[in-house]
């Protein structure tokens, strides 16, 4: 069956109820039945409890309080490198932007002006420069962390579709990371800005940001922003900044410049938060 055939379903499916309803009974505190569930999905899974600062299933409230569990310290040591890995998960595609256009899959690309909400001046700051795309699935660490040090200037929230963001979708559904509903975080750095989108899926019941709490929901169906002043969010690199409630992606855009990517990087590879994600080569 052809990923285009694979996807045609999502396509008919109320994925907006189906997130709704996920979310509600996600963040329910509902005792055993909870437990229950919980004990399921890290036996599907394979979900690794070891590392868990708190490895005791039955201590967990709700499902969401189990999914954006923290790890133990030192669980994840950070590399020397100057831009790290901000997530536990999987290559999806990383490398240069052409222009305005970010890869995909085969046969797809999509724009940066798409991706941050149709402001065209911010995504020309990333024109000819670099991106990566991480997907977290089920069993992941669905806490995001900083690449680098940064100070935060603004956020908006996109609506958007619900598509799942899996490597079959992404094959299947053009514009995919531009399609769905996303959180984009603009920063500035010592080298200059980058931008981390975190973007939503079906089931994905919400997504936080450590400076705001709860992005989403509410799904108001227009874009929202937030505009942050000089030295209001400053985060160094590997600190939390957000997490995502069930598995999506982030997406992430650097400028142009001599960036290399970790040689051992390539796509549908296991990464891990803290690895070695590229270097800045002096030019």
């Known amino acids: 069956m052809s990923d285009r055939l694979a996807v045609l379903p999502q396509y008919l499916m109320p994925k907006q109820a189906l997130t709704t309803l996920a979310g509600k009974f996600a963040s329910a505190q509902l005792g055993g039945l909870t437990t229950s569930v919980i004990r399921r999905f890290v036996a599907r899974y394979k979900v690794n409890m070891a590392e868990a600062a708190n490895p005791d299933i039955t201590s967990y409230a709700s499902f969401n309080d ?47 002006t798409t991706l941050v909400g149709g402001d065209a001046a911010a995504a020309a700051r990333f024109d000819n420069g670099h991106f990566a795309t991480l997907y977290l699935s089920p069993r992941d660490y669905h806490r995001i962390h900083m690449p680098c040090a940064g100070e935060l200037t603004r956020m908006v929230h996109v609506p958007g579709d619900l598509f799942s963001v899996n490597p079959t979708t992404a094959r299947g559904v053009p514009g995919l990371f531009a399609r769905n509903e996303r959180v984009v975080c603009f920063f500035e750095s010592t080298d200059g800005p980058f931008v981390l989108v975190l973007v939503g899926a079906t089931i994905v019941g919400s997504m936080a940001t450590v400076w705001h709490g709860q992005v989403n929901p509410p799904r108001s ?16 690199k590997g600190e939390e900044m957000g997490r995502f409630l069930l598995g999506s992606t982030v997406v992430m855009l650097f400028p142009q410049g001599p960036l290399q990517f ?22």
Not at 262 to 283: C, D, F, H, K, Y
Request: hydrophobic share 35%; charged share 20%.
């Open 262 to 283: 970790n040689p051992q990087w390539a796509p549908t590879r296991a990464i891990q938060l803290g690895e070695a994600m590229a270097q800045r080569v002096p030019s």
């Open 66 to 112: 189990f999914f954006t569990r923290a790890l133990k310290p030192g669980a994840r040591p950070l590399a020397e490198a100057d831009l790290i890995c901000p997530v536990d998960g999987a290559i999806s595609q990383f490398g240069p932007i052409e222009k305005d256009q970010i890869f995909q899959a085969k046969g797809h690309s999509y724009s940066t």
């Open 221 to 236: 169906g227009t874009s929202r922003q937030w505009d942050y002043a000089n030295g209001q969010v400053q985060l160094q």
